[in-house]
């Protein structure tokens, strides 16, 4: 949520700040703005809305000069209004912000009876403030920064320029993703990666806790509880500039989802050893020891990963034979769970910076447990706070509606599962080289689903007035029914649920007639006979069924036929030509019954997305919706 852009250097600052927030729309923002020096000091232009409203905001009020912040807000404290639109400003110091500061009221209430009057609703502004009372009281920019902070309470990404100050920025982070970027002769910091791509590939990533000045030459970086200074080497991201782009695709999402053959592959690749039928994976942390002596495989999880950690759980106890749970991160961080030293927590976020699940994370090591992180973004917080971790290798995902970091979650869970079956002695080795055989299969047998995006499409068109939709599923199809509605809600705004198959008698059976689309997950596995028989009871009901099944199966597609189209002329009897219509189905390959989950999500992707499109909702960036969620 939110995003941060800092620029110094010798180039017009102006245009890289607004090309760094575009590509970090994904993030989710309902305002936008600028603070640049001008060498008239700090001049600020904000507007509410999309980025093409600073853009027009920009050529009504130019800002030129070489160093500057940007930022794009998802309103938490205050309406989304241009009062409210960082930067913010106290007197000659702007400030963005990512996060929520916690003792903002207090803080707030302290600032006011020193005579402080504010101009907006926001918890930031109460930062500016902060650092501008340590700058009257005559200290510099860093260490005004450093000692406001001292006081600040909750999860927060800074960054701050001083009138007084043309060639300097001053950021500073904790529980909230700042990013360095590395250029000659020129320095950056965003939220995130995509931000920097097109200038620099050499970054360094700011820790909980640090903070960093930032001029065109040099990036000093330092404590803030004491100012120490602190030593980083950089590193080299391996991401083009052209992976964040949309490649010819209508939408990033579509692209999206026709990388994913490629995501899996690059995350399997060197992981898999068919030979020896075991996963190679020295960074989970985990020796055999360990292994034998976990007691209980804790999921936590937010979101799309929760569904992820859902078909986690189902592997971890079929080829593991560990007890295993699934947890919301929200949840736990807010009762006082039980950890035990035996327990096993993993923890998947695709951003590795989910505020949620990192305090969850965090409880967890304090009670003794170990923790393994499975993360798409290198270095990130969650990974940073874990015993040892497990890094999907999605690349970008621009579009906020996760779909290739939901299949290489996926693909890096089953693998966990076999490491711990493996080492626990629980998992055969004809057994294991089976599953891993046919994982790595999976990225083939998802190109063959993908060419049925015409059919999907051409389904969502029939459905396209539905308003809402039942998704249903058995085993691990029950977390992939619950994926399917959850995209579509998120992009298309159609109301959806996911249900286990054999729990739709037990309530949601009441809402089927013929205005109900119900979308069954239903390959040929050791569920199949039960959720074909919830299949006829919606088809008792005059459901209008939509299917996803394996390839030559007869029996699913003939529940999926519509009745007959066409009727009688009006007033006469006898028969009459019907037209039968096409069931809508969509065939998967045969494959084994752990990796059909990386199957049967494929239809369900295009589905939304096709619908979404059709019904012309913004697919990339959906209304409310955020893609890293650092705040509660």
Same mark, same amino acid.
């Given at each position: 949520?939110?995003?941060?852009?800092?620029?110094?250097?010798?180039?017009?600052?102006?245009?890289?700040?607004?090309?760094?927030?575009?590509?970090?729309?994904?993030?989710?923002?309902?305002?936008?703005?600028?603070?640049?020096?001008?060498?008239?000091?700090?001049?600020?232009?904000?507007?509410?809305?999309?980025?093409?409203?600073?853009?027009?905001?920009?050529?009504?009020?130019?800002?030129?000069?070489?160093?500057?912040?940007?930022?794009?807000?998802?309103?938490?404290?205050?309406?989304?209004?241009?009062?409210?639109?960082?930067?913010?400003?106290?007197?000659?110091?702007?400030?963005?912000?990512?996060?929520?500061?916690?003792?903002?009221?207090? +803080?707030?209430?302290?600032?006011?009876?020193?005579?402080?009057?504010?101009?907006?609703?926001?918890?930031?502004?109460?930062?500016?403030?902060?650092?501008?009372?340590?700058?009257?009281?005559?200290?510099?920019?860093?260490?005004?920064?450093?000692?406001?902070?001292?006081?600040?309470?909750?999860?927060?990404?800074?960054?701050?320029?001083?009138?007084?100050?043309?060639?300097?920025?001053?950021?500073?982070?904790?529980?909230?993703?700042?990013?360095?970027?590395?250029?000659?002769?020129?320095?950056?910091?965003?939220?995130?990666?995509?931000?920097?791509?097109?200038?620099?590939?050499?970054?360094?990533?700011?820790?909980?806790?640090?903070?960093?000045?930032?001029?065109?030459?040099?990036?000093?970086?330092?404590?803030?509880?004491?100012?120490?200074?602190?030593?980083?080497?950089?590193?080299?991201?391996?991401?083009?500039?052209?992976?964040?782009?949309?490649?010819?695709?209508?939408?990033?999402?579509?692209?999206?989802?026709?990388?994913?053959?490629?995501?899996?592959?690059?995350? +399997?690749?060197?992981?898999?050893?068919?030979?020896?039928?075991?996963?190679?994976?020295?960074?989970?942390?985990?020796?055999?020891?360990?292994?034998?002596?976990?007691?209980?495989?804790?999921?936590?999880?937010?979101?799309?990963?929760?569904?992820?950690?859902?078909?986690?759980?189902?592997?971890?106890?079929?080829?593991?034979?560990?007890?295993?749970?699934?947890?919301?991160?929200?949840?736990?961080?807010?009762?006082?769970?039980?950890?035990?030293?035996?327990?096993?927590?993993?923890?998947?976020?695709?951003?590795?910076?989910?505020?949620?699940?990192?305090?969850?994370?965090?409880?967890?090591?304090?009670?003794?447990?170990?923790?393994?992180?499975?993360?798409?973004?290198?270095?990130?917080?969650?990974?940073?706070?874990?015993?040892?971790?497990?890094?999907?290798?999605?690349?970008?995902?621009?579009?906020?509606?996760?779909?290739?970091?939901?299949?290489?979650?996926?693909?890096?869970?089953?693998?966990?599962?076999?490491?711990?079956?493996?080492?626990?002695?629980?998992?055969?080795?004809?057994?294991?080289?089976?599953?891993?055989?046919?994982?790595?299969?999976?990225?083939?047998?998802?190109?063959?689903?993908?060419?049925?995006?015409?059919?999907?499409?051409?389904?969502?068109?029939?459905?396209?007035?539905?308003?809402?939709?039942?998704?249903?599923?058995?085993?691990?199809?029950?977390?992939?029914?619950?994926?399917?509605? +959850?995209?579509?809600?998120?992009?298309?705004?159609?109301?959806?649920?996911?249900?286990?198959?054999?729990?739709?008698?037990?309530?949601?059976?009441?809402?089927?007639?013929?205005?109900?689309?119900?979308?069954?997950?239903?390959?040929?596995?050791?569920?199949?006979?039960?959720?074909?028989?919830?299949?006829?009871?919606?088809?008792?009901?005059?459901?209008?069924?939509?299917?996803?099944?394996?390839?030559?199966?007869?029996?699913?597609?003939?529940?999926?036929?519509?009745?007959?189209?066409?009727?009688?002329?009006?007033?006469?009897?006898?028969?009459?030509?019907?037209?039968?219509?096409?069931?809508?189905?969509?065939?998967?390959?045969?494959?084994?019954?752990?990796?059909?989950?990386?199957?049967?999500?494929?239809?369900?992707?295009?589905?939304?997305?096709?619908?979404?499109?059709?019904?012309?909702?913004?697919?990339?960036?959906?209304?409310? +919706?955020?893609?890293?969620?650092?705040?509660?």
């Amino acid at each position: 949520m939110c995003g941060i852009v800092g620029y110094v250097g010798s180039k017009d600052s102006a245009p890289i700040l607004v090309e760094g927030l575009r590509r970090l729309e994904y993030r989710g923002y309902d305002s936008a703005g600028l603070a640049v020096h001008t060498g008239r000091g700090v001049e600020i232009v904000r507007a509410v809305g999309k980025l093409s409203n600073l853009d027009a905001a920009l050529k009504k009020n130019p800002l030129a000069g070489t160093t500057g912040i940007g930022h794009t807000r998802w309103a938490t404290h205050g309406r989304p209004n241009e009062a409210n639109a960082h930067p913010h400003v106290a007197g000659r110091v702007a400030v963005v912000h990512n996060g929520i500061i916690e003792n903002h009221v207090e +803080l707030r209430r302290a600032l006011e009876q020193r005579g402080v009057r504010f101009a907006s609703d926001t918890d930031t502004e109460i930062v500016a403030h902060l650092v501008d009372e340590q700058m009257r009281g005559g200290a510099n920019l860093r260490e005004a920064v450093r000692k406001a902070l001292l006081g600040v309470r909750g999860a927060y990404a800074i960054a701050v320029v001083d009138g007084d100050a043309p060639n300097e920025i001053v950021v500073a982070k904790h529980d909230s993703p700042l990013v360095l970027g590395i250029g000659e002769g020129e320095n950056f910091a965003a939220s995130d990666i995509p931000a920097l791509l097109a200038h620099t590939r050499d970054v360094v990533l700011l820790q909980d806790g640090e903070m960093a000045v930032i001029t065109k030459d040099r990036l000093e970086l330092m404590t803030i509880s004491d100012g120490a200074p602190v030593t980083r080497a950089p590193k080299r991201i391996d991401w083009s500039p052209t992976q964040a782009e949309k490649g010819g695709y209508k939408h990033f999402m579509l692209k999206e989802i026709f990388e994913q053959p490629r995501a899996i592959e690059d995350t +399997l690749r060197g992981r898999i050893d068919l030979q020896a039928a075991d996963v190679v994976a020295a960074e989970i942390g985990v020796s055999e020891e360990l292994a034998k002596k976990v007691g209980r495989v804790y999921f936590l999880a937010c979101g799309t990963s929760a569904h992820a950690a859902m078909a986690g759980r189902y592997w971890v106890e079929s080829l593991a034979r560990v007890p295993a749970t699934v947890e919301i991160g929200s949840e736990v961080r807010y009762r006082d769970p039980v950890f035990l030293p035996t327990d096993l927590v993993v923890a998947v976020s695709q951003s590795g910076e989910t505020l949620d699940t990192l305090a969850a994370v965090k409880a967890a090591r304090a009670a003794g447990a170990t923790v393994v992180a499975v993360a798409n973004v290198l270095d990130s917080a969650i990974p940073r706070a874990s015993d040892g971790s497990l890094y999907t290798h999605a690349g970008p995902e621009i579009g906020v509606a996760s779909t290739k970091c939901f299949t290489t979650q996926l693909a890096a869970l089953l693998m966990l599962a076999v490491y711990l079956g493996r080492r626990r002695g629980t998992l055969p080795i004809e057994s294991a080289r089976r599953v891993l055989d046919a994982l790595w299969h999976v990225p083939a047998q998802m190109r063959e689903v993908l060419a049925q995006a015409d059919h999907i499409k051409h389904i969502a068109r029939k459905h396209l007035r539905a308003r809402d939709m039942l998704f249903l599923g058995r085993g691990t199809q029950f977390p992939i029914a619950l994926e399917g509605a +959850l995209k579509l809600k998120e992009i298309s705004y159609i109301h959806a649920e996911g249900y286990a198959a054999g729990e739709m008698k037990h309530g949601p059976i009441a809402l089927i007639d013929e205005d109900m689309p119900v979308v069954v997950v239903c390959p040929k596995d050791n569920h199949y006979e039960k959720t074909v028989s919830n299949m006829q009871e919606v088809k008792a009901r005059e459901g209008q069924l939509i299917a996803v099944c394996t390839v030559g199966d007869t029996d699913v597609p003939q529940l999926c036929i519509p009745e007959m189209v066409g009727a009688p002329p009006s007033g006469r009897a006898g028969s009459y030509n019907a037209i039968p219509a096409a069931p809508d189905v969509v065939m998967i390959p045969v494959a084994e019954h752990e990796v059909l989950p990386l199957l049967t999500v494929l239809p369900l992707q295009l589905l939304a997305y096709h619908m979404a499109d059709l019904k012309g909702t913004d697919v990339d960036q959906p209304r409310n +919706l955020a893609k890293t969620v650092t705040v509660e």
